[in-house]
């Protein structure tokens, strides 16, 4: 049982506050993805799990049992860094079976260990190389190697494919996929890139300025954020948000209307606009219109989208697709 | 064009300053191997067949207790060099690498230690020295060497510390390594360039220094190089074929050590241990 249970966390730097009133529970086997802006407090989050930093007030619980009294070491937590924080002066055999040394694990076993695990990542024939001589995605085998190595209850993730490659990123996002299901481990992972975060959650915890903004499945909160800034944060192009008299018509402060609920109506029907700008990605083009009515809106058309005559054209949208904030920007359902 | 003249201009210079500093060197050794009459008609001269005698050599080896001095100047060196350098690290990577109580006050103080000459402190080192009742002892020469030395060694290697990534020591601390273990199997392997630069900077000194020799341990038996170098040199006679050859031996030992570190100060850079 390696469920996580967070409780009114708060973590203050003297006058500034980093997390504030924190509340988050991921159950045993879950991905929970803790996603925002940089400084919005989720790396400060994931290091006070693991341990290395102390929060100034709340609860925390790993597996049931309280972990705030616990050294890292004894949480049954493994993290996975960044920077990879591989050990420069040892071969990658030497990073995985560094830690084990000092868990009363005999000679044989780690051995034993590390050569499976080894094979799991694909890094068998690496296992004599030094950091320095390893690329990067490698080197983050290696690191998550050694996080696999010491069998923990809760894996911790801290932007562990910001230093890769754009391909690299996608093929490893999948094999870390593949490794939750083959583990069955509870994982929390922390990345700026939604991508990674809508692809690989089953929970997915929406963070801005120390506060979680809004914790659901990848699905949930992309379709129904909780406020403009989470309904601003998911989804590429970004949502087109329109305020004044059409959003009243709406009962609303503001409407959000995702570029893929937009269409184009040649009839003449809907709201007039003219393109301004358009981005042909290949499997489909992004277009920039202006609209009196709207203001400048981005729309999500076919590859073979194309300006015909003067450019100007009509746009409409379904009403249930409209998602509608109040004056403070939260969602009214 | 321009930047081949302008590694011509650094090499001329670095060339300058090597010969202006290799020369006294040059000078003695040189002048260690002629005879008292071919030292003082022409001193810088080449020994030649005339002048060439090993008689400093020979009155050196015969007349003193050379290898008494080299032992405890070797002993001081070593045993000081050891101390600051375990102390140095230690210290050095609980000021980087640890928030705690007074540890910018702690941080001063070794400051301090840089910019006030230990020597200020000779008679009450002197005084203190003989209450422990250390006069006459190395123990005594030790101890104001490794005082000596720490300011500069923290410095250094705080410097280089800072240069460790976090991340490092936190993956150790996931890993269940203990904190000791941090400093010793992972830090200290990654600083070895500034251990071998404080080292060389903490090691010379203290070989050449005649001072604390001559005022806390100047017995018969306690005597570094240095300070037996001096019985060569008398108020009215100075023998100086055996001051030359004498100096020349002393040369030798710590340029052996200078030559070791700075080559694993050298493959420490290269490896580039910290990237």
């Known amino acids: ?333 | 064009m321009t930047t081949r003249m302008r590694l011509w201009a650094v090499h001329v210079m670095l060339l300058v300053y090597a010969v202006l500093a290799l020369a006294p060197v040059l000078l003695i050794a040189m002048n260690s191997f002629k005879s008292r009459k071919g030292i003082f008609r022409d001193p810088l001269a080449l020994p030649t067949g005339e002048t060439f005698s090993t008689v400093g050599y020979e009155r050196v080896f015969a007349n003193s207790d050379l290898w008494l001095w080299f032992a405890n100047s070797l002993v001081v060196t070593v045993v000081t060099l050891a101390a600051v350098v375990v102390f140095g690290t230690m210290a050095a990577w609980a000021l980087a690498a640890y928030r705690f109580r007074g540890r910018l006050v702690v941080g001063l103080f070794l400051a301090l230690g840089i910019m006030v000459p230990i020597r200020l402190g000779t008679v009450a080192i002197l005084d203190l020295m003989t209450s422990l009742g250390l006069t006459n002892t190395l123990a005594a020469l030790i101890l104001v060497y490794i005082a000596q030395g720490l300011p500069v060694a923290v410095f250094i290697f705080s410097e280089f510390m800072a240069q460790v990534p976090r991340d490092l020591a936190d993956a150790a601390r996931c890993d269940g390594v203990p904190e000791f273990r941090i400093y010793a199997h992972i830090v200290l392997p990654l600083i070895r360039p500034a251990i071998a630069t404080v080292a060389i900077f903490v090691m010379v000194p203290i070989w050449n220094d005649l001072w604390f020799p001559l005022i806390l341990a100047p017995g018969e038996g306690t005597r570094t190089i240095t300070l037996g170098v001096q019985q060569f040199i008398g108020q009215y006679v100075t023998d100086w074929s055996a001051v030359l050859a004498a100096l020349t031996l002393a040369v030798v030992p710590i340029l052996v050590l200078y030559l070791a570190l700075s080559r694993m100060m050298v493959r420490g850079l290269t490896e580039g241990a910290l990237r």
């Open chain 1, 1 to 333: 049982m390696a469920d996580v249970d967070i409780k009114g966390l708060a973590k203050r730097f003297g006058e500034t506050a980093a997390l504030e009133d924190v509340s988050l529970s991921v159950a045993d086997g879950e991905f929970c993805v803790l996603v925002g802006p940089s400084g919005c407090g989720k790396t400060t989050l994931l290091r006070i799990i693991a341990g290395l930093e102390t929060e100034t007030e709340g609860s925390l619980s790993i597996g049931g049992a309280d972990a705030q009294a616990l050294a890292p070491a004894r949480r049954g937590i493994a993290m996975v860094f960044q920077s990879y924080a591989l050990y420069p002066h040892m071969t990658a055999y030497r990073n995985m079976s560094f830690g084990l040394k000092f868990q009363k694990v005999s000679r044989p076993d780690i051995d034993e260990r590390v050569r499976s695990v080894a094979e799991m990542l694909g890094i068998s024939d690496l296992l004599h190389r030094k950091p320095a001589e390893l690329s990067g995605g490698q080197r983050q085998r290696v690191a998550i190697g050694r996080a696999i190595v010491r069998n923990p209850k809760v894996f911790l993730f801290d932007e562990p494919l910001s230093n890769l490659d754009a391909a690299l990123r996608a093929t490893t996002r999948l094999e870390i996929a593949r490794l939750h299901k083959a583990l069955g481990a509870t994982m929390i992972y922390v990345t700026h890139d939604q991508a990674e975060a809508m692809t690989l959650a089953d929970k997915m915890v929406v963070m801005k300025d120390g506060r979680i903004e809004q914790i659901g499945t990848p699905l949930e909160v992309y379709r129904k954020p909780a406020n403009l800034f989470v309904a601003g944060f998911l989804g590429h192009p970004k949502i087109n948000i329109v305020t004044g008299a059409i959003a009243a018509e709406y009962g609303a402060a503001s409407i959000g209307l995702r570029p893929e609920h937009l269409t184009l109506s040649p009839s003449g029907k809907g709201y007039a606009a003219r393109v301004v700008h358009v981005e042909p990605l290949g499997s489909e083009a992004h277009v920039h219109l202006r609209s009196d009515a709207l203001g400048p809106l981005i729309l999500r058309a076919p590859s073979d989208f194309s300006v015909s005559g003067d450019g100007d054209l009509h746009v409409t949208f379904e009403r249930t697709r409209v998602l509608l904030f109040d004056e403070n920007g939260n969602a009214i359902n």
